[in-house]
């Protein structure tokens, strides 16, 4: 069983749709996080829930909505999309009992926008 | 601002070589530093440090955190193909569930 598993794992559009990123963690943990990953590798934090509550928000374009609908569960909604929004998308869990601190992440959702 | 710098960039060795990798961290209120490494898909985990001078070891790979100096440095030894590899370090303060990750080292490994 896969621990943090996204969909899709890769999606293709056009500028100026609205698409969604499914996160869900089956490990039992509080904390869930989005990442972006640009082409250069670099890996920046976008947002944060601890048990459905946000605790980290970056700047990051309010065109970009995460929702936890649950703690298992972690989704990013991503309206008007633009070029500059390509890039993989990483969803994490935040380790507990003897994982505490490690994050675990998900295999990554590819976005490219046309 | 809190600040994370990762050398060298990238970095291409021979199998077998040793290298050894940096983090630079500017955290305020430092509490921990992970190292991951990625190959194509997502990070995977390698360390948790939080205390300075106390190595950590898997196998041919070690790391050891200077809180003093504020860097960690990510060793490995008799270094294989299947090492090429992205390594990534982040830092995190106390009171807080904000990782920030470097830019990176690219490490190659060639036969």
């Known amino acids: 069983d896969t621990a943090v598993s996204q969909t899709p794992k890769y999606l293709v559009t056009q500028m100026g749709n609205d698409k969604s990123i499914k996160c869900e963690q089956n490990?039992?943990?509080?904390?869930m996080y989005w990442y972006k990953q640009d082409s250069k590798k670099f890996l920046k934090i976008m947002f944060s829930?601890?048990?459905?509550?946000?605790?980290i928000n970056e700047t990051v374009p309010n065109r970009f909505s995460p929702k936890s609908p649950d703690k298992a569960h972690l989704n990013l909604h991503i309206n008007s999309l633009e070029l500059g929004d390509s890039a993989v998308y990483f969803c994490?869990?935040?380790?507990?009992?003897?994982?505490?601190?490690?994050?675990?992440f998900g295999e990554g959702s590819r976005l490219t926008v046309l | 601002e809190d600040k994370v710098v990762q050398s060298p960039l990238s970095l291409v060795v021979h199998e077998g070589d040793t290298v050894t990798l940096n983090c630079s961290y500017e955290?305020?209120?430092?509490?921990?530093l992970l190292w991951y490494k990625q190959e194509k898909k997502a990070p995977t985990f390698l360390f948790m440090l939080?205390?300075?001078?106390i190595e950590k070891k898997s196998g041919r790979l070690s790391s050891i955190l200077d809180k003093k100096e504020l860097f960690s440095i990510l060793n490995i030894t008799a270094t294989q193909t299947g090492d090429s590899a992205i390594y990534l370090c982040?830092?995190?303060?106390?009171?807080?569930?904000?990782?920030?990750f470097g830019t990176g080292t690219r490490l190659k490994v060639l036969a």
């Open positions: 994490a869990s935040l380790g507990s009992g003897t994982h505490t601190g490690e994050l675990f």
């Open positions: 490990l039992g943990h509080d904390t």
């Open positions: 829930y601890n048990n459905k509550e946000l605790i």
């Open positions: 955290v305020t209120n430092f509490r921990s």
């Open positions: 939080t205390s300075s001078g």
């Open positions: 982040a830092p995190k303060a106390s009171g807080t569930y904000k990782y920030i």
